[in-house]
């Protein structure tokens, strides 16, 4: 079993810094792609950032130069260095893994860490 379990979230003003981690855990193989995305109320979930299979990072248009994803892999773990916050920022944060195990490449997620940025 895989589990990728999110912490860091919470309640922050705007302007101010949040760091986001996930963990990865279970019979992994390896980890092909992982990151970030968010979904706020009445959207759709969008990414955030993420390691591409390629080692590459995507970065949604809004939150570059401002949130910065970054590894480590002896850990199986990823973080999201979130500053400058806004308002509009405000969503559940869900990790995603690309992962392959014994049962093949498959996609997970994490329940999500809600990040509320106040006006």
């Known amino acids: 079993q895989v589990q990728l379990v999110e912490s860091g979230g919470g309640l922050v003003q705007a302007g101010g810094s949040l760091r986001l981690s996930c963990a990865a855990s279970g019979s992994i193989f390896s980890i092909n792609a992982m990151g970030w995305y968010r979904q706020a109320p009445g959207n759709q979930r969008e990414l955030v950032a993420a390691?591409?299979?390629?080692?590459?990072?995507n970065y949604a248009d809004s939150v570059k130069g401002r949130f910065t994803i970054s590894r480590d892999n002896a850990k199986n773990t990823v973080y999201l260095q979130m500053s400058s916050l806004k308002p509009e920022d405000t969503a559940v944060y869900y990790c995603h893994a690309d992962i392959l195990t014994a049962m093949g490449g498959m996609d997970y997620w994490g329940k999500g860490t809600l990040v509320t940025v106040s006006s």
């Open positions: 390691f591409t299979t390629g080692g590459s990072t």
